[in-house]
């Protein structure tokens, strides 16, 4: 079992910026691929960004790309999502997950609400 908690998000005027972490426990973090999704109100919920066990390999949806920045910390089991340059469609629970290979995530955090306002 690997147990995810998110933290950072908040309220922030287009344009600005916000750092999302994850930490994980339980299991050897470096094994997992480790991704970013979100929910916005009244849409399913979609992939942001993944990065690669060791972080050598990173990938973006279209919309965040030049925008986000995935990376992770193996020694203090973090994974973080540098979010810059924020617009309102952004708005949106933001969700870290773990996973064996990319597109199929077993664990899942809670979330973290992230709110812009324009």
């Known amino acids: 079992q690997v147990q995810l908690v998110e933290s950072g998000g908040g309220l922030v005027q287009a344009g600005g910026s916000l750092r999302l972490s994850c930490a994980a426990s339980g299991r050897t973090f470096s094994n997992y691929i480790m991704a970013w999704f979100r929910q916005a109100p009244g849409k399913e919920r979609e992939f942001v960004a993944y990065i690669s066990q060791l972080g050598g390999r990173t990938n973006y949806v279209d919309v965040v790309k030049g925008r986000f920045t995935i990376s992770r910390d193996n020694a203090k089991n973090l994974v973080y999502l540098q979010m810059n340059s924020l617009k309102p469609e952004d708005t949106a629970v933001y969700y870290c997950?773990?996973?064996?290979?990319?597109?199929?995530?077993?664990?899942w955090g809670q979330g973290t609400q992230v709110t812009v306002s324009s």
């Open positions: 997950a773990a996973g064996s290979a990319t597109m199929q995530y077993d664990y």
